[in-house]
């Protein structure tokens, strides 16, 4: 299950009402990482780093807006909403081309503004609190859009292993791992990061993170000798309520 309902701690609850064991994290943890703004407050509060960003209410004039972006982060900015994934409504703004991209955001209740860091793509997954391993996301398009992440004809370049030192690439599983012990997660995770000038950005951490053909934890971990049905079993072993 993804998304609304199904990763953001309401399937969760229900199903520790009624006491059926299930999969991926609990009911604290989902709502803290569907919940962007709140997933990087507790980042931030942890020291890790991860883009600067404004919460935007829908209830500023333009010029108020323009101005407290230029108060506070650099443009260009990412605009996307909360609380979805998959990189829907998710988009890069100068500051002419903002006002139009908010107005299609208008739906949403609250939105995140937050500073474009430009470089690498990677994403880090943990499973049963141990250390899976990363993959790099090369897309050829603007970004790892809904395109790159679901069209093959994208033609988005997975590269695995990750060509990163072996110093860096412990930087980013010991990161994944802190993040998700932090959220405290159960089952699989994964973690998405900017890699620039040196230093991982954490984007977010998913719940629920995608079982397609072109999804990245089963990749990874079939890259690291785990066979998609090995993985299934983990993840189904793993299973239980909160308690
Ligand atoms: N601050 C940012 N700087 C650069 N690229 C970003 C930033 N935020 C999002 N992106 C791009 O958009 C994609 C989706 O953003 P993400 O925060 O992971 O949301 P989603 O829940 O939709 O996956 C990222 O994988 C990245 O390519
Ligand atoms: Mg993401």
């Known amino acids: ?96 081309n903002i006002i139009k991209n908010l107005k299609k955001l208008e739906n949403y209740k609250r939105i995140i503004i937050e500073e474009f860091i430009p470089g690498r793509e990677i994403q880090a997954a943990i499973i049963n609190n141990k250390k899976l391993g990363a ?24 590269i695995i292993p990750v060509k990163l030192s072996k110093k860096k690439y412990n930087n980013l599983m010991d990161l994944a791992l802190k993040v998700h012990r932090l959220i405290k997660c159960r089952g699989v995770s994964r973690s998405d990061f900017k890699f620039y000038k040196d230093k991982f950005y954490l984007l977010e951490i998913n719940t629920q993170p995608g079982m397609t053909n072109l999804s990245l934890v089963p990749e990874i971990a079939s890259y690291y000798g785990i066979r998609f049905i090995k993985l299934l079993k983990m993840i189904l072993d793993d299973a239980s309520t909160n308690k």
């Open 1 to 96: 299950m993804h998304g609304q309902f199904g990763e953001d701690g309401y399937i969760q609850t229900i199903l520790e009402a009624v006491k059926i064991p299930y999969t991926h994290s609990g009911v604290i943890s989902s709502i803290l990482a569907m919940d962007k703004v709140l997933s990087k407050k507790i980042f931030i509060k942890e020291k890790i780093l991860t883009p600067k960003f404004i919460e935007y209410f829908f209830n500023k004039s333009n010029f108020k807006i323009i101005k407290e972006i230029q108060k506070k982060l650099k443009f260009p900015v990412v605009i996307k909403p909360i609380n979805e994934g998959s990189s829907v409504n998710v988009f890069i703004c100068t500051k002419s």
């Open 135 to 158: 993959i790099e996301l090369e897309p050829k398009r603007k970004f790892y859009d809904f395109e790159a992440k679901y069209n093959p004809k994208a033609k988005t370049k997975h």
